[in-house]
C-alpha cells in the first residue's frame, strides 16, 4: 500500500563505472567494447536507494551525455531536491520540471529516491506497478557485424539461448542483405530491426524492400524530431513502424499518435524522465490500442530490474530489449538475470528487487562525486 512517508535526502553519491561488454556492440552511431554507466545512490533518513541514469558517455543516442549530466545534477537538479524539503518519488519531476530537458539525468534521481522510497515501505516496484505477472517476455538487440556471415552465426547464438525476438541494427549498407539473411536462415522468429536515425526519408523507396521479411518493425529510421517523416514512411510501408528516440515526453506520445506517425511505441523510461512517467506513456498507448514495448540501455542490474517490473504491464505486448546478464556483462554489480523459456523474471524484493554489490561497484569506479545537502560542489 502506498504510505505517507517522505523522505528527506542527505547525500547523493554519483559513481562512473567502467564495464567491459561481453561483445562489441556496434549501431549506426558508434561502436561501444567498454561501457561506461552513470548511477546514482541517494541516502535519505529513511535508507539509501539506487538509480542508474541509462546516459551515454558521448551525445551520440541523444543529446545527454556524462560529462554534461555531472555538471546538470551538481549545480541544477541536485540543489532542487535538496530545496524542496521532504519528498517522495512522485514529486521528483515536478520540482526538477523548471530544469528543460535532461530527462535521463532526472530518471536516475526520481529512481533513486523511488528505490528508497519503496525499501523504507517495505514493498516492491512490482507491487507498485500492480500486476500479476510474474516473468516477462524478451528479445535481444544485435549490434552490426563486420560481415553478414557473423551476423547470421551470433543470431544463430542468441537463438539457442532461447531468445524468442531478435533486433538487428541496422545503417546504410547494412540492411536489406544482412535482413534477408538473417530470416532465410529463421522463417519463424520473431524479427525488427532498428536504424537508430541513420536514415532520411529519401530512403523510403529502399526501406519497402524490408517489407519482405514479415518483420514486427521497424524502429526509428529518421531524426528524433521528424514525425511527419515518420508519419509519410507510415502510409508507404507494412511492417510497423516503431518510435524510439522521438519519445522524449507523455507529450511526443501525443504528438506522434496524433499525426500518424507510429504503430509502435518503444517504452524506454530513462527517455521520458523516469519510470513514473513511463507507466503514464503505457496507460496512454493502453488507452489508445498501440502497443508498446520496453527499450533496453545496455543496462546493469539495477535498470533491468526496474525494466522488467514496468514490462509486466499489460500494455507490454512485444518482447523487450531486456536481455540475460551474461549477453552484456560477465560480471554485473547485482546478481544475474537469466533467460528462462524466453522470459526472465520479474524482481519481486523491496525497492526494484535488487542487491547491488557495492565492492564491486568500488573496483570499477574511475571517478566518485558526493553531492551533500548545503554543500554545492561535492
Ligand atoms: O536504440 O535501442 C536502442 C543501446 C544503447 C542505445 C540505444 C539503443 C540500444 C539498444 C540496446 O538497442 C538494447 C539492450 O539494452 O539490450
Ligand atoms: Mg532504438
Known sequence: MPTDLLLTPAMFELRRLRMPLVRAFRTSFGTETVREVMVVRVVTDHGDGW?????????????????????????HLIPRLFAAGPLRAEHVASILAPVKGH?????????????????????????????????????????????????????????????????LKIEPGFDIEPVRRVREANPDVMLQVDANTAYSVADIDHLQQLDAFDLLLIEQPFGEDNLVGHAELRRRMTTPVCLDEAIRSVDHVHTALAL???????????????YLAAVE?????????????????????????????????????L??????????????ITAAFEVIDGEIAVPTGVGFGITVDTAFVEEITFERREVTRGVVRG
Not at 538509480?51 to 549545480?75: Q, T
Not at 516492491?124 to 544485435?142: K, L
Open 319 to 332: 518482447p523487450g530489449d531486456i536481455s540475460a546478464t551474461k549477453r552484456y556483462w560477465t560480471r554485473d
Open 51 to 75: 538509480g542508474e541514469s541509462a546516459i551515454e558517455s558521448a551525445p551520440l543516442y541523444l543529446s545527454e551525455f556524462h560529462n554534461a549530466a555531472d555538471y546538470v545534477f551538481a549545480e
Open 260 to 274: 500518424g506517425a507510429a504503430d509502435v511505441i518503444n517504452i524506454k523510461p530513462a527517455r521520458v524522465g523516469g
Open 281 to 317: 506513456v503505457h496507460d496512454l498507448c493502453l488507452a489508445a490500442g498501440v502497443p508498446v514495448w520496453c527499450g533496453g540501455m545496455l543496462e546493469t542490474g539495477i535498470g533491468r530490474a526496474a525494466n522488467l517490473a514496468l514490462a509486466s504491464l499489460p500494455g507490454f505486448t
Open 103 to 167: 530527462r535521463m539525468a532526472k530518471s536516475a534521481l526520481e529512481m533513486a529516491i523511488l528505490d528508497a522510497q519503496l525499501r523504507a515501505e517495505h514493498r516492491s516496484f512490482h507491487q507498485m506497478v500492480g500486476t500479476t505477472r510474474t516473468s516477462v517476455p524478451v528479445g535481444v538487440s544485435v549490434g552490426i557485424t563486420d560481415t553478414i556471415d557473423e551476423l547470421v552465426d551470433v543470431v544463430a547464438g542468441y537463438i539457442a539461448d532461447g531468445y524468442p525476438r531478435i533486433k
